[in-house]
Nanobody, 123 residues
Framework: QVQPVESGGGLVQAGGSLRLSCTAS????????LAWFRRAPGKEREFVAA???????FYGDSVEDRFTISRDNGMKTAYLHMLALKPDDTGDYYC?????????????????WGQGTQVTVSS
């Protein structure tokens, strides 16, 4: 089973930017759908962004126009570019993958999850 690994989290001031990476060592990475979810302290996990095998993207309402999801199939990596960060963006960010190529806001679509990377946005 493919195990995604996240990286790139850290501490940033409000208004700043970060880029998260999700690497999945699958021979057929280009056939995978990927997504980012996050869990803020004391809250339930929420959908952030997703990308399908053919590059179709989806975003949560709170991040649209600030975050961009992309993928580099040659590097077997997906990215989450985060701009204009707000304290409300603080949380643990998780990468999830599925081998059917689907990009979706539904957690049940994804078959494997990473351990998460922490993002803290200070005011």
């Amino acid at each position: 089973q493919v195990q995604p690994v996240e990286s790139g989290g850290g501490l940033v001031q409000a208004g700043g930017s970060l880029r998260l990476s999700c690497t999945a060592s699958a021979d057929n990475f280009r056939d995978y759908g990927l997504a980012w979810f996050r869990r803020a302290p004391g809250k339930e996990r929420e959908f952030v962004a997703a990308i399908s095998w053919n590059g179709m993207t989806f975003y949560g309402d709170s991040v649209e126009d600030r975050f961009t999801i992309s993928r580099d199939n040659g590097m077997k990596t997906a990215y989450l570019h985060m701009l204009a960060l707000k304290p409300d963006d603080t949380g643990d960010y998780y990468c999830a993958v599925n081998g059917r190529g689907q990009g979706s806001p539904l957690e049940t679509v994804y078959t494997s999850w990473g351990q998460g990377t922490q993002v803290t946005v200070s005011s």
